[in-house]
Nanobody, 115 residues
């Protein structure tokens, strides 16, 4: 019933900005305790980029700190990306953890940073 639908990916020039959106669909009684954004470059492992803890604290990987901002409400998890670099290229995945510790994943959205 619960699905995460991502949008906002695309091609952007270095130094540009992009906003990724993740919308939680279904599950009228759904409750989450943590939300995350991951990215995976071709041939590499999936790495954690940003997340919001159960207490609301926002955390970022060192590589994106100061450039990315994660925000959430009851139905959306957004990732604002500024000053993008070529090394930010990859498939970005939204993840939401429910109160019963079940992880839900978005379908992934491609972000390509290139001139």
């Amino acid at each position: 019933q619960v699905q995460l639908v991502e949008s906002g990916g695309g091609l952007v020039q270095p130094g540009g900005s992009l906003t990724l959106s993740c919308t939680i669909i279904g599950g009228s009684s759904f409750r989450f305790v943590a939300t995350h954004w991951y990215r995976q470059a071709p041939g590499k492992q999936r790495d954690l980029v940003a997340f919001v803890n159960s207490d609301g604290t926002r955390n970022y990987a060192d590589s994106v700190k100061g450039r990315f901002t994660i925000a959430r409400d009851m139905r959306n998890v957004n990732l604002q990306m500024n000053s993008l670099k070529p090394e930010d290229t990859g498939v970005y995945y939204c993840n939401v953890r429910s109160v019963d510790n079940v992880d839900y994943w978005g379908q992934g959205t491609q972000v390509t940073v290139s001139s």
